[in-house]
């Protein structure tokens, strides 16, 4: 187990490092200097480089890059070149709406797809197998803001069902609830049809398998031989389907937040960027960045813990 | 004997990661005479095979085919110097012909690589040998029967006319009835192409039928070695002799009192002290947990490794 | 096949055996269907009679539908699968052995290795094993029980075996946990299909004396299907030979192997390689292969490959009858 949590450890840290060197890279790749587009083009060139210090941009990348890392790690993310104020409380202050929205997409989308592909599963051929087969194969390849603004139009827009904009800041929990129907809904729809796809086809594969005839032959009841024995195991590849698809969830999310105009990280990145203000899109972009490897370290704890054999892997010395 | 008759395999270690799956064996392959190598799972024996055929990679000891060792071989070499010499067959056989080529493209393909002329006349003998149509050429794998099939792999391993074959488990999966009429073709080419035959099985009947000696692997050592004939009339290692015992009969007269070993074979990763099978033997003594015994020489014709071996 | 079934004899032939039988299969056939709708006959009409405490060998080649008949026995036959007539009977009813899963039936099978659930521990499968047999027992119990057996089956430390996942145990281990787990439903029939075939000779021998052993817990009937003649001919009480679907030969099992009237019993007797015949002379095997059975001949099933066929053995299929004590054979010329 040590040697399991030492290795998650260390490839986490060199995932952060990988993306922040590629986050300072783009910084030097934007065409203009940071400093002087930032200030306008009448700064004089003392006040340039003046700011170019204080950024740290004279500094050779790797040093930025360790600057960086160094400073994040005592929670220091940078200061907001426009405002002055540290970024890290902005980008904290965006980061719960984002994880409202991406783990409410998580929840329906499992909520939703599990339970559907057990149907599909149990009756392939019949009205929910085939539904489900049409949103995975129809609604996956649909870009989600294309669905968020259809979603937009219809039920804020013309039935008012829901609110049009924001994430009902500073009101009551039901009106945050409220407001973040339709942006789950927007993320979650292509992967409720595609997580209920994968559970029928490793269920359907499971079901075949020798294990499940042993339960049959020892009379354990269908739901038994349905939900304990063949689920346990179909739920396995499901799972790490999902750690693939987090960074696609929390993709989508940043997205969909900034049409539904959510104060998250999605909308402070996207303004930040408009305003060139590249310390809080580094931020802002390295706390995804962030979130995305927890999650994934979560997402494979989960698997070890289903499944005793990988489990049997970690615990043991990498025996063959 | 010229070196081109016989592969010496000597003190063959082979590791998979932490796994000692072949923990110093040696083995001598002579043309024209049928070796058997019994064991059971982790025994290493088909380790052993692919350690002959330059198939996996040698941690230590040597492996000396037609003068040559492989070991000191780059794997360019090996190719080139290998397959006219040894080829090897494998349980299922007709599973390994590629289901998009031809038979006669499939026969003729090795014959091109390794430079030999006249390929439709040796095709048309070899087919011929083994009681097959030459017409088959022109057919996909696909279009021909199991026990053709079973044939044509085997004359695939023949084309280049090898002194040796290697045979993992080739009955495997083979209805008894059909399974002696397999094992008639493999003798007879034994005898008329003066074949050295590796030949691994799990079935002690069957390599009592069809071979002239026999290595017996326990957990990466050959604990027994000698004369078929011999080691079948008298097993003087304690696990050949439980394993020989294991065999059912149909005959009630024949049946010999069956030694039942005690556990499992223990792990290949760690494994006993002493005598690998001293764990199970039923005939060990506290020796035998300090002292790994060497083969050593029981006649003429039978080697083994044990130090209180069955008088 | 049709023609098969009309030239039968309609009061298959009784034996002692059959009329105190503890469970019977009575003129039972089944077809597999294909996904192009083609009919294969994988078992016609078979009639057995298993007694209690006794062990029914079942021996055939691949495509003789030993394990249809297997299955068959525990309503686990596959969904291609089609039961074209016939019944089980258990202490002289009708059943259904669907409903009777885990209860009067038992089984064993042969891989060990995938017949476990993989994510789950042996206790937990052994507790479930038993819940449709005692319904009001407490899981504690149910464990209790289960450990018991693992120690009657000879595995030590049972306790700590019962939170162990498969994976952690070896293959002859694991048959083990599959035969106490079967024990411990004490069923009317414990059904084992080619229960050492994935397992090592020592092993095998291992599993093979448990069977033997199983006699004193086990009151129930055991059919045991092997394609090793050896280890059922050591083991069984009563042997059933299978070709094609059909049973061609069917006796106790001195008389079967001591004086075999079918000639497929003997040719697959005379196939089987002795350890102790090192003469130079080819091997026995039986030239030919199984017919199409999709489109069985309207005689003997074995006449294309049987060195005594004749005329009447390739238009009519023989009747099973009986050809000596307790001894019941379905050939025309019965050697």
Redesign the interface.
Known sequence: MFRYMLWQIASLIAVLVGAVAVLVMLTDLIPGDAASVLLGSRATPDAVSALRHSMGLDLPAYQRVARFLWNAAQGNLGTDAISGHPVTGTVLRAVPNTLMLAFGAIVVSIGLGLPLGVHAAEKPGGVVDRCTAFIAVGLISTPSFVIAILLLLVFSVRLGWTPVLGGGEGEGFLSRLHHLILPVVAVSFGWIGYIARQVRASLLDVLGQAYIRTARAYGLSNRTVLYKYALKVAIIPVVSILGVGIGDLIGKSVFVETIFGRPGLGALINSALRDRNYPVVQAGVFVVVVLFVVTNAVVDLIYAWLDPRIRERFFRHGDQ | MTDAQVIKARGLVVR????VAVAGASLDLVAGTTTGLVG??GSGKTTLARAIMGLTPIKSGSVVVDGRDLVTMTAPERRRWLPPRVQMIFQDPAASLSPRVRIGQLLAEPLRVHGMLDETSRIRQLLEALGLPFDLTGKYPHQISGGQARRVAIARALVLHPRFLIADEPTAGL??????????LMSSLQKTLGLGTLFIS?????V??TTNRLAVMYLGKIVEEGA??SI?AKPSHPYTA???????????L??KP?I??KG??ASQ?GPPSGCRFHTRCPRAMPRCGRDAPELSTVDAVHRVACHFPIA | MSSSLKSRDPEPAKTDAQRSALIEVRDLSVSFVDKHGERFSVLRNIDLSLQPKAIMGVVGESGSGKSTLANAMMGLLPKNAVKEKGDIILKGKVVDPIALRGRALAMVFQDPMNALHPVMTIGTQMVDAQRARFPNHLIRELRKRAAEMLTKVGIADPEKRLSCYPHELSGGMRQRVMIAMALLVEPDLLVADEPTTALDATIEAQIAELFRASRDTLDGATLFVSHSLGLVSELCDEVVVLYAGAIVERADVAELFNAPRHPYTRALIACEPRSDDQSDEAMVSIPGGLPDLSSLPAGCVFASRCLHASQICRQIAPPLVTAGQNHLAACWHPQ
């Open positions: 998979h990661g932490l796994v059971e799972s209805d008894v009835s059909v399974q002696g009429d397999f094992l008639n799990h079935n002690l009947n069957v009592a039928r078929t004939r079948f439980a394993l020989l015992s294991a065999t059912s009969e149909i005959d009630p024949r049946r069956r039942i070993l499992d074979v990763s």
